[in-house]
């Protein structure tokens, strides 16, 4: 143990490498990204746990009855392929 005190000693008085300054910059910018992803990632978490909220709730209200008339889809359609290529005979 007495041994490496004296080594301490030098690295204490030693000056700071130029590379070892560079560093922090580099951390923080990472710390900024993965905050920054975290924060887009909790936000899309709220917007789908939103959704899935309305999602159940709509599934639980009644639906408004429509008649079968009124619907435009059960409309036989004029331009259907079965009536563009009826050929009378």
């Known amino acids: 143990m007495m041994e490496i005190d004296p080594l301490l000693d030098a690295l204490a008085r030693a000056e700071v490498p130029v ?13 900024a990204v993965r905050r920054e992803r975290t924060s887009r990632r909790r936000a899309l978490c709220a917007v789908a746990i939103a959704a899935l909220g309305l999602g159940a ?14 619907v435009p889809l059960a409309q036989p359609l004029a331009l259907a392929p079965s009536h563009l290529l009826a050929v009378d005979l």
């Open 57 to 70: 709730v709509g599934a639980t209200l009644p639906a408004p009855f429509v008649p079968r008339g009124d």
């Open 19 to 31: 590379a070892l300054g560079m560093i922090e910059p580099g951390v923080m910018r990472g710390v």
